[in-house]
Every structure is written in C-alpha cells, then in structure tokens.
C-alpha cells in the first residue's frame, strides 16, 4: 500500500482495527479525527447561539461559523463568502434554487432542462417547479457510456430554457458531465447554470467561476464532513434577487406586526439556529481534503477504480455499467451479477462485511433508460486499498454460489 | 438462522426453482403487489371457491427473498380458507416484527425458516410483500361478499315484498 495512503486511513477510527469494506463512499463518506476534534473544540470553547448574542462566546462562535463560509468560498472559487449559503444537504440546496429562484422565475412555456441521469433530489424540485408555473421539463440523455454529446446538450438547450440543473458527477455511472460546455450553452440562450455537486466534491477540484456554474450544491457527509451541513453557492446578483426560502429568526433586518425586511445576503437565506458546529466540521474537512490533496486522492481512486473493474470483468456474470474507461468513474463502479437482485448480492455480502449500496441509488429514471430495475454500486475513496479491492472482487465473484448457482 | 444459511436452504429453492410461478387459468382475483424501494413486483393470482382458496399462483420479479417468501405463501394456502390464510397472515407479520412464540410460527411450516428477517429492517418488505398482497386480495374478496350478501338480501325482500303485500 501506498505509505502516504496507509497514514491518512490511520486518520478514520472507524476503519481500524476490524475487516469492513466500506465501499459505500458515495452514500457517506468516512470523517477523520481532525474533523471530530474540530468539532468538538467549538463545542467545548465557544458554544453559543452565533448571530444573536452579545457576548464573547456568541461572538467567537459566530467568527468560527463565518470562517467556516470563508474557507467554503475559497475551496469553491467563489468571488465572495455572502455567496455561499449553508444548508443541510444538497437535496436542501436544491429546493432553495427551485422554490426561491426557479417560482420566481418559469413562466408557461419556459423550460427546465435536466439529465435523465440526475439524482432524484435534481428532478422532484424541478417537477414541483414545472407544475407550479406551467414549466416544461426536458431530459438530455447519454450515450450508454455516460457521455453527453454537443448535438444532445445543443439541441435540447433552446431559447425556452429559463434553467438548466445537470449533476457534476452521476452518483450512478460515475462520470463527469461538462459542465463547462453545458453552462456555455445554457448562458447562450439566457438560461441560468445550477450545478448538483454532491459527488464531484468530493473527488476533485472545483471552480465555480470556470465551470460557469450560476448555482452549485453539495453536502458536507461525501466529502468527510458531518451530515446536516451542506452548501449552496448561488451568484450574488442572482441570490439578492431572491426571494427568502424559509422565514424566521436570523434572516431578518426589521419587523412589525405586517412585514419585515429581510437581511443581507447570505443571512436572508438562512432562517433559524444555524449550523455551526457542522460548518466547523466541514471547514476541517476542506483544510483536511487539501492537506491530502486532490492528486494523491485522485490518483489513487483511479488505481482503485482500474484494478477493481479489472477484477470484475474476470468473473463472468458481472456487467458493469457506464464507460469501459475507469478513468471516468470518480470511483463508482455499478454493476449486476447475472440472475442474482442487487439486494440479494448486497445482503449476502453483508455478512462478509462489505458494505455497498443496491437498489435504484435515487435515480430511478436512469435505471428506467438503462434498462435495469436495479443495481448494486460499490464507492471508493482514498482511504481504501487494493488490498480491500482484491478482497471485495473475491467475495462477489463467490455471490452466484451463495445464492444457489452452480450447487 | 445466519442469511447465507437461509439462502442455502430455504430461499434459494423457492426463488430458483419455485412451484408456483405460473398463470392461473380462471382467476378470481388478481393482484399487484410492488416495492417500490427495491423495485420487487408480483402478480398474485387466486381462485376462491365457497370459501375456499383452490389454487393461487403468482408471476413478477423481484429479489430471492420476496419471490422465495410469496412460493412458501401459496405452498400454505392453498386448500385454506380465506379465514385460515388471513390467520396465517397475522401469524407471519407477527413473527416478521417478533411478536410470536416459537410454537406459534410452527403453522408457517417452510416460511418460519424468515424469522431472523426481523432483524434485518432493510429487508422486511420483500418478505411481506406477497402476504401483504393476499391480505389485501381476501379482504377486498370478503368486502365483495358483503356488498353481494346486501344486495341479495336487499333483493329477496323486495322480492318477497310482492307477494307479501298482496296477501
Ligand atoms: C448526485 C447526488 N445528488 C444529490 C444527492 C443528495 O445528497 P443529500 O442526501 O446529502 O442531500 C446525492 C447523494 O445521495 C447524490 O449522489
């Protein structure tokens, strides 16, 4: 193993010291010590309600939660922290963009243009949208390897398209959508860019200004950070724009008895008690993920990923879905034995200790266009091994037996 | 029972080899039975004659357990009597949430071998899929009778009415 790799996984309690396979990454992701001790650090030096109090401790949480927002921004390329926005998750982020700007916006007639590929949290707010206003929604659709092609992506992005919302990294077939081009032309048509993040952040670099995202969500949980923290980075003009998403404490300037003004940006958009302690976690998850670096997380994802599909395409019945390249994966590998249903595999593999996702991974028209009910998925992260790799593919291609083949 | 054990012996059978996957000629009633979460799908087929569940089969596809566990259903019922598969049904979501004695599930013959079910929450749905659908159809069936009986009952007095109010 990799030394540099076998000393970062010492980071994870929760990998020692038993013989787990997680390879459900793309589910949750694992925290190290750093982003416990962070945590914890906050919660035993200066827990406080942040933005309210008038007290030193009130005032230090507050500073650690805007830090926490500064180091957000920075990891994302934002122009400014008051773009970027907490939330609990991803799904959160996306309901603020389709409640807050995507009503505000659609008219009849206008159009939404999605992927078929997309995250069920992609597609239900859009759905809500589209009834609401009168909205049309429209799927650009993949070749079976993933890939979106320029005729796709240019013939269903039309003068109507008031937004366009495309997933960064399919948490299904793995691989990377253009953003860039898309957002290109997306912009072309007057259209606004959302970009779903949840599994791209975790894996790679993000720019927010050079992939020419307008909106861009994700969730602390995949990158190492702690669930019930997530971010919605929104351009500034756009999000003064806005109306509030949730109203509330916090989110205000000034009220009487009939109305209120609200509060600058980002606090307009973020009603109620706040996370800080997550936002905490989550800024020792960035500072955590750049000590790593994307190019050892990367590259080793990407040895993962080539021995494990090389693994599987030994054993017979196993297909693998999305590209034959597992340079286009980001480390998700989704695949089905031949008459064995994704959860008896994940069942039996259970009692092996191998964790793995099965089912329709929330994305159940994608499974529709694959031609699939269901499929099981193992997610890598840095912190697994070739050992685990070499391991896991001799258990599955042990499952067939298990489930009474060939016996 | 450990799951592979359960596969090994009981489910593997039902769901590779099972003795009821077919159609029914004459059904009485036909049902749907889906998951959406796992995607699992049956058809359930029953014939019902004075009362009694005459033959059922069942199509669909789905994970071993829920395919094995609706086979073991019929292997049980046929023969019964709409009470007693009803009875059988209690009997088994009982002991799929652990609230039966031993002695209790020995009724569910084959079927109890689902037991330890109860303990892996993910999976509670396959299990109960095709009991959850045959409830659903004897309950609907039995609705149907009372409706008939009213109607009948409703008729023969009006019928009787006639004649009544001539003498
Ligand atoms: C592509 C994608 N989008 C959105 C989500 C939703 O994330 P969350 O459950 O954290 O809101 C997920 C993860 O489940 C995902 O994989």
């Known amino acids: 193993m990799n030394r540099l790799i076998e000393q970062y996984r010492r980071d994870f309690p929760i990998l020692q010291g038993n013989d787990v396979i997680y390879f459900d990454n793309a589910a949750t992701s694992q925290r190290p010590v750093q982003v416990m001790e962070a945590m914890r650090v906050f919660n035993d030096t200066c827990n406080a309600n942040p933005l309210r109090g008038l007290y030193a401790w009130s005032v230090e949480a507050t500073e650690a939660y805007e830090r926490a927002r500064e180091a957000v921004a920075d990891f994302i390329g934002a122009a400014h922290a008051r773009e970027i926005i907490f939330t609990r998750n991803t799904t959160e982020s996306m309901n603020l963009v389709a409640y807050s700007y995507g009503l505000s916006v659609c008219r009849p007639g206008d159009e939404i243009v999605i992927t078929v590929m997309e995250h069920h949290s992609n597609i239900l707010p859009w759905q809500m949208v589209a009834r609401q206003t009168g909205a049309k929604l429209v799927y650009m659709e993949p070749l079976a390897d993933g890939t979106l092609t320029d005729e796709e992506i240019e013939s269903k992005i039309t003068s109507k398209a008031k937004i366009v919302s495309v997933g960064h990294v399919s948490n299904v077939m793995g691989v990377t959508n253009p953003i860039r081009k898309i957002a290109d032309a997306a912009h072309a048509q007057g259209a606004v860019m959302v970009v779903d993040g949840a599994q791209s952040t975790p894996h790679m670099p993000v720019n927010v200004r050079e992939l020419g995202a307008d909106f861009y969500a994700f969730s602390g949980h995949k990158m190492m950070g702690p669930m019930g923290i997530g971010v919605l980075y929104g351009r500034e003009d756009l999000l003064e724009a806005m109306p509030p998403f949730l109203t509330g404490g916090e989110m205000i300037e000034y009220v009487t008895r009939e109305s209120a003004t609200y509060a600058e940006l980002p606090h307009k958009f973020e009603a109620g008690t706040v996370n800080a302690m997550g936002a905490v976690g989550l800024e020792a998850a960035i500072k955590y993920m750049k000590k790593v670096g994307f190019d050892l997380i990367m590259s080793q994802e990407e040895l993962l990923t080539k021995r494990l599909m090389a693994a599987l395409k030994e054993i017979p019945e196993v297909t693998v879905y999305g590209s034959s390249d597992p340079t286009r994966h980001c480390g998700i590998v989704t695949f089905n034995i031949e008459g064995c249903h994704p959860h008896d595999v994940s069942s039996v593999l259970d009692t092996e200790h191998v964790d793995i996702r099965a089912g329709h991974h929330c994305a159940q028209p994608l499974m529709k266009f694959m031609g699939v009910g269901s499929t099981a998925r193992a997610s890598l992260y840095f912190y697994n091994t070739e050992e685990e790799v070499d391991r896991f593919a001799e258990k599955v291609s042990k499952v067939r037996g298990w489930l009474g083949y060939g016996n | ?167």
């Not at chain 2, 004659?49 to 609706?70: L, P, R």
């Not at chain 2, 149907?144 to 409703?154: H, L, N, R």
Request: a negative charge; glycine letters at 8%.
């Open chain 2, 1 to 167: 029972m450990e799951i592979k054990q359960l596969y090994r012996e009981i489910v593997n059978e039902h769901n590779l080899h099972p003795s009821h996957k077919r159609n029914l000629d004459n059904p009485t009633m036909v049902l749907q039975g889906i998951n959406p979460s796992c995607g699992d799908d049956i058809n359930l087929q029953l014939k019902v004659k004075d009362g009694i569940i005459e033959d059922a089969a069942f199509n669909g596809s789905g994970c071993a357990i829920s395919q094995a566990s609706t086979d073991m259903m019929i292997d049980l019922i046929i023969g019964q009597t709409k009470e007693e598969a009803l009875k059988l049904a209690g009997t088994f979501m009982g002991m799929i949430k652990g609230e039966t004695t031993e002695e209790e599930i020995e009724v569910l013959d084959e079927a109890a071998a689902l037991q330890d079910i109860s303990h892996m929450p993910a999976r509670v749905k396959c299990a109960v899929l095709g009991w959850r659908t045959m409830r659903q159809m004897v309950e609907e069936l039995n609705r149907q009778e009372v409706k008939d009986a009213d109607v009948t009952a409703a008729g023969s007095s009006e019928c009787g009415a006639g004649p009544c109010g001539v003498k």
